[in-house]
Structure formats: C-alpha cells, structure tokens
C-alpha cells in the first residue's frame, strides 16, 4: 500500500527513491530531512559529520534506489492522487537516468492514476525532459521559494507534461512579477515546524491575483509556523482550495 498522505494537494505518497541533498534555501527546514532523521536508516542526517557540526538534520547526499517499490502503483486498483517522491528529488543528480525512465514507464503504465512530480532541479528536468515519455496522468512540477528561483518555472514550460505547476513553498518573499504563461496551478504555503520562517499576508495575496488574471488554478496550502493546525490554510476568509482545470475555489 502506499503511503496516505496529510499533505492537503495529494492522496498518496510513492518513494522509489531514499536519500537527497540541499540545493537551495528552500531546502534549509525540510521535513523530508528531518524525518529521514527521526526514522533512521540510509539518508539519515549525521553521517560523515562531527559532533561539533551537526546543527540540525543534514542529508548526507547518499541515495538509495528501490527498485521493489517501482511496481506499487499497479496494485492500487482505485485511481489516486500520488506525490512522487515525496522523500526525495526525482530528478536528483544521483538518480541514475534508466531509474527516472522506469518512473515514468510504470506511470505509464498505471493510467487511472494522476502522479504529482516536483523538483527543484529543473535544468536537469529539462535536460531530460526529450528522453522521457510524457503521459497525460503524469503532472510536472517546480519549487519556487523567493525571486531568485523563478527561473525555475521557464524550465519547466520547456517540459511537454498535460499539467505544469508550480509549489511556492515555503515562501521566503515576495513574488511580484510572476510569468505563469503555460502553467496550470500554483500551489503556495509557509514554512512548518521548528524554527519556521515567517510568510507574509500580502505575498499570498499577490500571486492569489496573478493567479487570478492569468487564468491559473491556485490552492493555498498554509500559512504554517510552529503550530501549523492552529494557524491554519484561510485566506481573507476563504480555503483556496482549486486544481488544474477546477477554477470555483
């Protein structure tokens, strides 16, 4: 069985892949590093580090590809939402390439299911993106944290997937001039957990209004913090709650 997901744009989660790196700021308080550190095994934070510099879960940059997981989404019979990789990067540099083409074949394969992919390593999604098949169930998608990062987004329109998004999570700043040409849903949320940096109000309402007049589904995940519950998902009293092709909120 695959993994039931708490994550508010998904149903289940799918983890062919063990192990990551950080590549950007967005990475700094990732739950996937931290849970990597909590469970153990291969991926887990201190590895290679002295007592002195541990400050925090680390990925050590290992990888581990599961190769008995690959077959799982042939054996849910009822169709799913699945987060791929969820624990990981897909498109991390130590992937090796036949790995991310048996994927995509499996999720060829399972038709009925629509598959959530996110990266932050977009030059290499573009990169591969000629050499992999592109099914209409298979959505793509790029993380976005702060302004620095938009270019992000101009590699992912370069990708031929039937749904192109965008997580703009966790919002470090503002994102004033989006271009979402070619992008079918954003997705935005603040940082979770200990140590959380703050999002702003009015960052949120800014892309909700880009969203807004350039025809892009739009789903506020969270405003986040330490108690995430508490402070919950409502924006100017409402749950923005739309997916790609479902724009009534």
Known sequence: MGEASK?????????PVRGCARVSPGCEHCYAERMAHRFGGLGGPYEGLTK????????????RTLHEVLPQPLSWRAPRLVFVNSMSDLFYERVPDDFIRDVFD????????????????????????????????????????????????DD????????????????????????????????????????????????????????????????????GGVRKKATGRMLDGKQWSQFPGVHDG
């Open 52 to 63: 002195s510099s541990r400050k925090g879960p680390k990925w050590t940059g290992r990888l």
């Open 156 to 223: 992912l329109r370069s990708v031929p997937a039937s749904v192109r998004f965008v997580s703009l999570e966790p919002l470090l700043g503002p994102l004033p001039h989006l271009d979402l040409a070619g992008i079918h849903w954003a997705i935005v949320g603040g940082e979770s957990g200990p140590g959380a940096r703050p999002i702003e109000a009015e960052w949120v309402r800014e892309i909700r209004n880009q969203c807004l007049e350039q025809r892009v589904a739009f789903f506020f995940k969270q405003w």
């Open 106 to 153: 499996v999720m060829a394969r399972a038709r009925w299911h629509k598959f959530q992919i996110l990266t932050k390593r977009s030059a290499r999604l573009r990169t591969l993106a000629p050499r992999l098949q592109w099914p209409e169930n298979v959505w793509m998608g790029v993380s976005v944290e702060d302004e620095r990062y938009v270019d992000r987004i």
């Open 7 to 15: 994550i508010e744009w998904t149903e289940t989660t799918w983890n």
